[in-house]
């Protein structure tokens, strides 16, 4: 399913999360046929309008994801999407993903107001415990943006996927929402999880302020 329209107002950027149109399909085409958008995904290869028009109806009918386009307020066009997956999952848990297509926004505070949302929808919303997610190492922008809305990393898995003669590991996060740790730590939440709960904690609380569902 696609996501909510929500506009998040935070840090000084304004980005509205809205569902996919099948005409923006051609911006996905554009960005995921360069290998500098696939170095730090799972994707190796170039992709078609026919492949990007199977992924819109995919996605559009999966009842166990939320997709967002992500579309800054003086953009035109969306410049990246983010989702939950594993949504319907009886431990009250999920996963969650991104990516930021369009180099001419990295850096600038996009992901962190699309993970604000996101992470406030699927805890507040979707009444989700927890959400999982992964970066590859070398993709130190991405972790820390995560990190800033609470995810904790728990682990990192060796040489996962190889890109340019290198093999690259990958990092592996939990956001916990704070108000469920006695559910899963009824003797006390583990110490190396206290600074990610704090952070979910003010996640939250900003995002009653600077979420706002269209």
């Not at 369009?102 to 600038?108: I, L, R, V």
């Not at 919303?125 to 959400?131: A, G, K």
């Not at 206290?194 to 979910?200: D, L, R, T």
Request: charged share 25%; proline share 5%; glycine share 6%.
């Amino acid at each position: 399913m696609f996501g909510i329209n929500m506009l998040v107002k935070h840090n000084g950027v304004e980005v509205r999360l809205r569902p996919f149109a099948k005409s923006d399909m051609p911006e996905l085409v554009k960005y995921f046929s360069s290998m500098k958008i696939h170095m730090y995904t799972k994707g190796l290869f170039a992709q078609t309008l026919e492949n990007e028009e199977e992924w819109y109806e995919r996605n559009r009918t999966d009842s166990d994801a939320c997709t967002w386009a992500i579309q800054p307020v003086n953009s035109e066009v969306p410049i990246g999407v983010t989702s939950l997956h594993h949504i319907k999952s009886r431990e009250n848990s999920c996963s969650s993903g991104i990516i930021i297509w369009d180099p001419n926004w990295w850096k600038k505070g996009v992901a962190s107001a699309a993970h604000l949302g996101r992470t406030y929808f699927a805890a507040e919303y979707l009444n989700r415990f927890t959400i999982r997610s992964s970066v590859r190492d070398p993709n130190e922008a991405s972790r820390r943006a995560l990190q800033r809305v609470g995810y904790t990393v728990w682990g990192k898995e060796p040489c996962t996927v190889r890109r340019d003669g290198v093999w690259l590991d990958t990092y592996h996060l939990m956001w916990l929402h704070p108000d469920r740790v006695s559910v899963y730590y009824p003797e006390g939440l583990p110490e190396f999880l206290n600074e990610g709960v704090k952070k979910a904690e003010n996640a939250l609380k900003t995002a009653r302020e600077e979420v706002k569902f269209l």
